[in-house]
Structures are given as structure tokens and as C-alpha cells.
Nanobody, 126 residues
């Protein structure tokens, strides 16, 4: 059983930063999978891709709405991946999810991920 656990959400003001973490319980780590993604879902909206990486590809991909503000990273020594979010805006308010999967042809497609965390709430006040 793979369980992803996100943390680091909270309430911040516009322009501030948050760093989300995603780790796993059990024998697997985020690095056990070929692809890790971050998604978010705002109230009344569909879940959308934020950032993701296929290990070995060399770089992470980002949604246009977060490019230049969010950074995906990972620490193998801590079995944890991160989403650094800078210059937050009210439209970034959502529940953020970490997802993992293997051999995902389209990392921006949430349907292709097998494992999900419970989500962490990010609220940005204006």
C-alpha cells in the first residue's frame, strides 16, 4: 500500500511564499516512481496540473499559471519532494495534491496517476 502525505499548506497573504512537501509511508519513496506530479483543486473547479517531473528527464514541467513562481524539487536523502511557491496570488488558493505513477505518457493528465495524497489546503488572502 502506497500512501503519499502532503504538508506545508496554510494561510498566507498575497506575495508571500509556502513550501509544500510530499513524502510517502511504507517501503516506497517518491523516487520509487517514474513520475511525480503536483495538482490543485479550487472550490467548484476541476483538478488541474501544477507541476511534475519524470525522473531522468532533466527538468520539471509547470503550468503556465505558475511558471516563474513555483519550483519543483526533491531530496532523495529525505525521500521527499517539494513544491516551493513564491509570489502567491489569491487564484492559487486550492487544495494541493501530490500524485505518483509509473510510465505516464502525459504527466499533466491526473487520470494517469495511480497514487494520491490527501491534499493540503493553501489559502492566499488579498
Amino acid at each position: 500500500q502506497v500512501q503519499l502525505v502532503e504538508s506545508g499548506g496554510g494561510l498566507v497573504q498575497t506575495g508571500n511564499s509556502l513550501k509544500l512537501s510530499c513524502s510517502t509511508s511504507g517501503m516506497f519513496s517518491p523516487f520509487s516512481f517514474t513520475t511525480i506530479g503536483w495538482f490543485r483543486q479550487a472550490p467548484g473547479k476541476e483538478r488541474e496540473f501544477v507541476a511534475g517531473i519524470t525522473w531522468g528527464s532533466g527538468s520539471a514541467d509547470y503550468a503556465d499559471s505558475v511558471k516563474g513562481r513555483f519550483t519543483f524539487s526533491g531530496d532523495r536523502t529525505k525521500n521527499t519532494v517539494y513544491l516551493q511557491m513564491n509570489n502567491l496570488k489569491p487564484e492559487d488558493t486550492a487544495v494541493y495534491y501530490c500524485a505518483a505513477g509509473n510510465l505516464i505518457p502525459e504527466p499533466t493528465d491526473s487520470e494517469q496517476y495511480n497514487y494520491w495524497g490527501q491534499g493540503t489546503q493553501v489559502t492566499v488572502s488579498s
